[in-house]
T-cell receptor
Framework: DQQVKQNSPSLSVQEGRISILNCDYTNSMFDYFLWYKKYPAEGPTFLISISSIKDKNEDGRFTVFLNKSAKHLSLHIVPSQPGDSAVYFCAALGSARQLTFGSGTQLTVLP | DAGVTQSPTHLIKTRGQQVTLRCSPKSGHDTVSWYQQALGQGPQFIFQ???????QRGNFPDRFSGHQFPNYSSELNVNALLLGDSALYLC??????????????FGNGTRLTVT
């Protein structure tokens, strides 16, 4: 039973354009959401987070949007750069204080 | 400032054997969590150690056990290895048990192959 789903295993975007990565969750007890980025042969690196009391959080080129009623969040990267090419994981945190990850989306930014 | 370090980086074991993986947390962190990442999947929570005790556990059998030492470093032990245990094992550290104010910092992982 996947509580956090990333339905797009891959996404290709032209350099300079916007990248939009999507994530859906089923557990309404999740109250904090995070995005991690992972390069090959490295561990995941924290990117940005959002609390369930907010609907948007911005950090430079990265913005995360949360739609609680739809149990959906998205990560926007503007403008996309070739160095952004990586696997992006959506993760959720609930009262159990353990992160539940999605299966990841491979983003490729084409020069 | 050293980040999370894991050893070894790669390991090959035979079915039925036992394995120990090691992790040193990021400086200033006192909590260690272990995750298993199977090919094409996201990391799956195994357990978390804080103050030398297991505080949280995911849906993993008792063959998976761990330990945390007074210097906050940690070990993951897996007994009676199965082919399905082949995966990337990630260690993550944080300050305190909640990640609201302290996002997890991950090591580069140990790639375990069971033959």
């Amino acid at each position: 039973d996947q509580q956090v789903k990333q339905n797009s295993p891959s996404l290709s975007v032209q350099e300079g354009r916007i990248s939009i990565l999507n994530c859906d969750y089923t557990n309404s007890m999740f109250d904090y959401f995070l995005w991690y980025k992972k390069y090959p042969a490295e561990g995941p690196t924290f990117l940005i987070s959002i609390s369930s009391i907010k609907d948007k959080n911005e950090d430079g080129r990265f913005t995360v949007f949360l739609n609680k009623s739809a149990k959906h969040l998205s990560l926007h990267i503007v403008p996309s750069q070739p160095g952004d090419s990586a696997v992006y994981f959506c993760a959720a945190l609930g009262s159990a204080r353990q992160l539940t990850f999605g299966s990841g989306t491979q983003l490729t930014v084409l020069p | 400032d050293a980040g999370v370090t894991q050893s070894p980086t790669h390991l090959i074991k035979t079915r039925g054997q036992q394995v120990t993986l090691r992790c040193s947390p990021k400086s200033g962190h006192d909590t260690v969590s272990w995750y298993q990442q199977a090919l094409g999947q996201g990391p799956q929570f195994i357990f978390q150690y804080y103050e030398e005790e297991e505080r949280q556990r995911g849906n993993f059998p008792d063959r998976f056990s761990g330990h945390q030492f007074p210097n906050y470093s940690s070990e993951l032990n897996v007994n009676a290895l199965l082919l399905g245990d082949s995966a990337l094992y990630l260690c993550a550290s944080s300050w305190g048990t909640a990640t609201y104010n302290s996002p997890l910092h991950f090591g580069n992982g140990t790639r375990l192959t069971v033959t």
